[in-house]
Structure formats: structure tokens, C-alpha cells
């Protein structure tokens, strides 16, 4: 039989990419269709694991990709608003989320994947509304996966006819690690568990693969999907790298557990086939969702000793950034608004701790380059983003509540400095994308400067501890001494202003070098009048 080589491989590669296309597509449609709700589920839905699996199976489901809710979850551990035991749930429930692609794919639509490409592309060129196109995005995406699955299927089924396929898949029967081994490889190659499931639906559709050889690559497989997670998680906190290595030890255990009960689970998946008339695409389908599942409840009542394992074998102190509140208790406002006012005023208090945490970040940054300090202040921005949110609906919901004359002028005071606090974390952001651009353009700032910028954030950085002081304590004597340092910014801001248009004027400073400089003083300026507004409010000004 002759094989015309160039056309396999064209078909194969094409129908792949095609393929790989249509699930990117289906995965990005439907997730903009749920929007941030996506990581509301995540966020809301993780108290306990049980739960934490089902927020796993349904984002899963939503993006059409394991990898992606494991790298959304390495990233909301990262920002501390989900712990880690929290996150182990979510990985194993992506595992079982993941096996829907497949049953998807067992329907065999191939015939209409040219329709369904067509009524995607319409209602994505047609329509202006946002929901429309959205919803056709997920729709292309859908006939793109099939009309690829079809060309790889015609490009794959004269492989059956060839020796040297034939062989390999005599030998992956005999020796079910060398299938693990090729699944684990083509998922990291072409970063998708569901397009290996795909190759193997098709191969042994076309007879060109045995049941006993098609299982370890499924297994493999899983093993391959982990690599996007420790990609992710490079670099990122040590929660966020324990939570890939979960990920890599739930798949790895995963397959030895499937290799070792393999002939077992041969002939389990044999015996849903004929009960059940299944057709090849889905025995796979069957076969991939059932292993998922089993390895789910296998290892769901380990997670405690997983999170251990993971703790001892990366070690480190979880240097987080707790995003969510500690002391907003709903109950108070019903029973009592002075007891809520406290609460709020401890998480205000908490909040205006990392500011300046995150301000002495940005100095360290500054003077370091080293971008750890710079992810830090990001993650407290983000945090105090989250918290002055927060804050803000208590007290807003408090003040429905009756209150004492005193009581509702401290709820203004609260109210007031929850503003200028978040707006502390905005000037140190926009520091920090200052640094950003300096460093990517190789701008060079003169010892003067920098040691005038240093000057500037050590003031800064007392002024906002000292009103973050005042506050807690309502201290007239440290809220006077806060507006005092805030005149002696402004007057330092001027000054630094003057003398660096004379450096300007003698050549010693660059253009660019200016913008920076200039840029970074007034943020620290403004950092200063927000310190004094939070005075301001305990001077009952």
C-alpha cells in the first residue's frame, strides 16, 4: 500500500492545530461568557475540599482546561486568598473536570463540525452585542475541536497499516511504562491533556492502537498536564510551588496506582464497552473519566497528608499577603454598631499596616531591583484593593444601623480614611510601574537623585506609619505631627523638583531620567497628603 508521507503529516499537524485552536477558542468564549464569576467560584466555594473539588469540576468544565483552573489556582494562592489546603481540592476536582472534553468528543459530531464552525463564525461577525460574540466564540471553538479531530482521524488511519507503528504498539502493550512515558511527552509537547486524548480517541477508532497499549498514554497524560502549573508557578510564593508540586504528585501517584492495576482496569473498561455498546471514541472517553475519578477518590482522604508531604518538601514560611479580612463580623452590626465600628476600625488599622508594608517594598525595590519586593508591593496593593472593597460594604451596611452621635462620627472617620489608605496602595503602583520603566529602558539615575528619592520615601514612609498611629489611637499630638511632616513633603518635593532641572540644566541628567524622578516625587507628594487627610479626619477637620 503506498502512503503518501507529505499528506499524513500535513493532515495530522493541520487537524491538530486546528484542533488545539478550537479549544482554546470553546475554553475563552465560555470563559468570558462567566466572566469574573469564575473566580468568584473559586474564591467563595473553597471553604472546605469537598467543596473545593466541585468549584474545581465546574471551572473545568467552563474553561475546557485542567491546566488552566491549576494555574488560576496557583495564582489565587499566590495573592493569599486561598490556602493551600483549599487549593489541593480544586486540583483534584480539575482532574475529573478535564475528562469532559472527551465524552464531548465521543458524541461524534465530526460530520457537523463544518455547521457548527459556520453558525460560531456568524454569530461572532454578526451580532454586536459582547454576549453574542462571546457565546460565539465558545460555539467555533466547539465545530473547530471536531473538524480537527476529523482531519487528524483521516491523517492517522493509515498508520495502522505501517511496521513500524505497529511494533511500538505491540511493545507500549508489553511494556505499559513506555506508554506512560509517550503520553507524559506529547502533553508537555503540545501542553494539552485533551488533545492527547483526542489522538488516542482517534487511533483507536481507526483500529490503529490496542485497548492495552491506548491506557498507559492516558495516564501518561495526566502526568504531562502538570507541567503547565509548575511552569506558572516558577518564581511565584512558596504556597503557590507547593501547590503545582500537589499537582505532580496527585498525577504521578495517579499512574502508578493505573499501571499497577492495569490488567484489572483492562478488562473493567472492556466490560463497559460491550454492556453499553460503546463506540471507540467514547470507551476512551469512559475509560479516562472512570481512571480520574477512581484516582479523585482514592487519594481525596489524603489531602492533609499531601499538604504535609508538600510543606517538608518545599520549605519556607508562606510569606502571604492576606487578601480577605480577619475581623468583619456581619453578626455585630445587627447586635451592636459600637462593637462593629471596632472592627472595622482593627481591619482599617490592618490595612493601613500594609500600606506601608507595601511602601517599604517599593523603596526596597527602588534601591534593589530584585523583583521579589516589586510582587509584594503588588500583592499588598491587590490586597488593600480587596479589604478597602470590603470595608466599605460593612460600614456602608452599618450605617443603616442607629447610632450614638459619637458613634456616627467615628463611622465618618472610618469611612474617610478606608478612601485615602487604598489610594496610598494606588501611588505606590504606579511607583513601581515608574521602577518598571526605568530598569526595561536602562534608565540611569544620578547618586543625587537616587539618594534625594531615598530621603523622600523614608519621610513618606514615617508619615504614613505615624498616621496609621494616630488613627488607632486617636491621638491629637502624633495627628498634628503627621500634617507637619506633610508641609516638610511638600517643601522637600519642591526643592527636589528645582535641583533637578539644574542637573537637567547641566547635562548630568537624561530626558527620561527626569520623567521618572519627577514622577515618582509627586506620587510620594500625594502618598503625603493622603497621610494628612487620615490626620485631618482625627483632628475632626
Request: charged letters at 15%.
Amino acid at each position: 500500500m503506498d502512503i503518501d508521507v507529505q499528506t499524513l503529516i500535513f493532515q495530522f499537524i493541520g487537524g491538530l492545530g486546528i484542533f488545539l485552536l478550537g479549544i482554546k477558542y470553546m475554553g475563552e468564549g465560555l470563559q468570558k461568557s462567566a466572566g469574573d464569576r469564575l473566580r468568584d467560584i473559586l474564591d467563595k466555594t473553597t471553604s472546605n475540599p469537598f467543596l473545593g473539588v466541585l468549584a474545581g469540576i465546574v471551572v473545568t468544565i467552563l474553561i475546557q482546561s485542567s491546566s488552566g483552573t491549576t494555574v488560576l489556582t496557583v495564582g489565587l494562592v499566590n495573592a493569599g486568598f486561598m490556602t493551600l489546603r483549599q487549593a489541593i481540592g480544586v486540583i483534584m476536582g480539575a482532574n475529573v473536570g478535564t475528562t469532559v472534553t472527551a465524552f464531548i468528543i465521543g458524541i461524534d459530531l465530526g460530520e457537523y463540525a463544518l455547521p457548527i464552525i459556520a453558525v460560531g463564525s456568524f454569530l461572532l461577525f454578526f451580532f454586536k452585542s459582547q454576549k453574542v460574540s462571546n457565546i460565539g466564540q465558545a460555539v467555533f471553538g466547539f465545530g473547530a475541536l471536531f473538524f480537527g479531530l476529523e482531519l487528524m482521524s483521516s491523517g492517522m488511519s493509515p498508520l495502522r497499516e505501517v511496521q513500524a507503528f505497529q511494533d511500538l504498539t505491540v511493545s507500549m502493550s508489553e511494556h505499559s511504562i513506555l506508554g506512560v512515558v509517550i503520553g507524559t511527552l506529547f502533553t508537555v509537547i503540545v501542553q494539552s491533556s485533551t488533545a492527547t486524548i483526542g489522538i488516542l480517541q482517534g487511533l483507536f477508532s481507526e483500529g490503529a492502537i490496542s485497548l492495552e497499549a491506548a491506557l498507559p498514554v492516558l495516564f501518561g497524560d495526566n502526568i504531562g498536564t502538570t507541567i503547565t502549573a509548575v511552569l506558572a508557578s516558577i518564581g511565584a510564593s512558596v504556597a503557590a510551588r507547593r501547590t503545582a508540586l500537589v499537582h505532580v504528585i496527585f498525577n504521578v501517584a495517579g499512574a502508578v496506582i493505573g499501571v499497577l492495576l492495569l490488567g484489572l482496569f483492562t478488562q473493567y473498561v472492556m466490560y463497559l464497552q460491550s454492556s453499553f455498546g460503546l463506540n471507540p471514541e467514547m470507551t476512551i472517553a469512559f475509560a479516562h473519566g472512570s481512571f480520574n475519578l477512581a484516582n479523585l477518590i482514592i487519594q481525596f482522604p489524603f489531602i492533609g497528608a499531601l499538604a504535609w508531604i508538600v510543606t517538608k518538601i518545599v520549605p519556607g514560611d508562606d510569606a502571604i499577603v492576606e487578601y480577605n479580612p480577619k475581623h468583619l463580623d456581619p453578626i455585630f452590626i445587627q447586635q451592636s454598631s459600637t462593637l462593629a465600628l471596632d472592627q472595622a476600625k482593627a481591619e482599617i488599622i490592618r490595612m493601613g499596616e500594609y500600606a506601608y508594608k507595601g511602601l517599604e517594598e517599593t523603596n526596597l525595590y527602588l534601591t534593589t531591583q530584585n523583583q521579589k519586593h516589586s510582587e509584594i508591593s503588588m500583592q499588598v496593593e491587590g490586597a488593600l484593593n480587596n479589604l478597602d472593597q470590603r470595608i466599605t460594604e460593612y460600614l456602608v451596611e452599618l450605617s443603616g444601623e442607629s447610632m450614638s452621635e459619637m458613634d456616627s462620627a467615628k463611622h465618618t472617620v472610618l469611612m474617610d480614611s478606608v478612601r485615602d489608605i487604598e489610594r496610598i496602595g494606588d501611588h505606590f503602583e504606579n511607583i513601581i510601574e515608574l521602577i518598571d520603566y526605568k530598569i526595561s529602558n536602562k534608565v540611569h539615575l544620578t547618586e543625587q537623585a537616587q539618594e534625594d528619592l531615598n530621603n523622600m520615601f523614608d519621610l513618606t514612609i514615617m508619615t504614613v506609619k505615624q498616621a496609621v498611629t494616630a488613627l488607632e489611637n486617636m491621638d491629637r499630638e502624633e495627628a498634628l505631627a503627621v500634617v507637619q511632616k506633610e508641609d516638610q513633603i511638600d517643601r522637600m518635593e519642591r526643592n527636589y523638583r528645582k535641583k533637578h532641572i539644574i542637573r537637567m540644566n547641566e547635562g548630568l541628567c537624561s530626558g527620561s531620567a527626569g520623567i521618572v524622578f519627577v514622577d515618582i516625587i509627586s506620587n510620594l507628594e500625594r502618598i503625603g497628603d493622603h497621610a494628612s487627610n487620615i490626620a485631618e479626619t482625627v483632628l475632626g477637620e
